[in-house]
Nanobody, 125 residues
Framework: QVQLVESGGGLVQAGDSLRLSCAAS????????AGWFRQAPGKERELVAA????????YYADSAKGRFTISRDNAKNTVYLQMNSLKPEDTAVYSC??????????????????WGQGTQVTVSS
């Protein structure tokens, strides 16, 4: 059974940092692209960042560039999202996903195969 389990969310103040983790099990995670998505109330789900199977290639939404960093530790089957300089508009449920048909990062959520349950990030002003 494939599972992606996110952790690290919480309530922080504007300007603070958070590090999200996504631990995968039940699949050879190191072979596949992975991504972090977020969905705020009343808004569509959007890509935040994605990473290739090796970690060498990354893709960021404009809103994340310069503030967020995606990385992975394939020995631990884990993908991370370091979020710095958080803003109230970053408030959302953050979910990780794996695309077992692709090794390179991309923003097309429909192509990601497995999803975690999400972790809430709330940034107060």
């Amino acid at each position: 059974q494939v599972q992606l389990v996110e952790s690290g969310g919480g309530l922080v103040q504007a300007g603070d940092s958070l590090r999200l983790s996504c631990a995968a099990s039940g699949l050879t995670f190191r072979r596949y692209a992975a991504g972090w998505f977020r969905q705020a109330p009343g808004k569509e789900r959007e890509l935040v960042a994605a990473i290739s199977w090796s970690g060498e290639n990354t893709y960021y939404a404009d809103s994340a560039k310069g503030r967020f960093t995606i990385s992975r530790d394939n020995a631990k089957n884990t993908v991370y999202l370091q979020m710095n300089s958080l803003k109230p508009e970053d408030t959302a449920v953050y979910s990780c996903a794996a695309d077992v048909s692709n090794r390179m990062p991309h923003a097309d959520s429909d192509r990601y195969t497995y999803w975690g349950q999400g972790t809430q990030v709330t940034v107060s002003s």
